[in-house]
């Protein structure tokens, strides 16, 4: 009988340089935005990705290099989903408004689950992006457990 969840048992690397998305919900940005002003040195020094208006607003308000996505509701979660899946992320700091009921609620939750799957770090709040970022750990490479995905599939395929 197969397992009905793949085993954590295979290593992955953060590298130093982390592969930070960053998102935030329409009633969040200006927090995301105060945020990344008091982080944007730190922010400098990793590769950067967001989705929609969050990513034009770092780059335009902040001049921080960031590689833009689609927005939220037009996929753009599911875009960084993906990367979490593919090993592209290592952070995910995600404003999301508990007060505002989004189009793509099913989207924002699987996002969420992937990073869990994946022990992607992640943020929800300023408080908790500002431990992510003042962790000695963020300039260092990190040894994770992520889900053994290769062994997994073999397993259901007998």
Same mark, same amino acid.
Not at 6 to 13: E, H, K, N, V, Y
Not at 32 to 42: G, K, P, V
Not at 132 to 149: F, K, M, Q, Y
């Given at each position: ?56 607003r770092l780059a335009r308000q902040l001049g921080l290099e960031i590689e833009p996505l689609m927005s ?61 970022? @003042? @962790?000695?750990?963020l300039g260092r490479d990190v040894e994770i457990d992520i889900p053994d995905a290769g062994g997994w599939? @073999?397993?259901?395929?007998?």
């Amino acid at each position: 009988m197969s397992e009905t969840r793949p085993r954590r048992d295979i290593r992955r690397t953060l590298p130093a340089r982390k592969r930070i998305a960053l998102i935030a919900h329409d009633g969040k940005k200006p927090e995301m935005m105060a945020w990344a002003e008091r982080w944007q040195d730190t922010l400098s020094r990793h590769a950067l990705v967001g989705t929609g208006t969050t990513a034009t607003r770092l780059a335009r308000q902040l001049g921080l290099e960031i590689e833009p996505l689609m927005s939220g509701p037009l996929g753009g979660d599911q875009q960084i989903g993906a990367r979490i899946a593919e090993q592209g992320l290592d952070l995910l700091i995600f404003f999301w408004d508990p007060f505002a009921p989004q189009p793509h609620d099913p989207d924002v939750k699987a996002l969420l689950r992937l990073a869990a799957l994946w022990n992607v770090p992640v943020a929800c709040n300023p408080a908790s992006a500002d431990f992510l970022l @003042s @962790s000695p750990l963020l300039g260092r490479d990190v040894e994770i457990d992520i889900p053994d995905a290769g062994g997994w599939i @073999s397993a259901r395929a007998d």
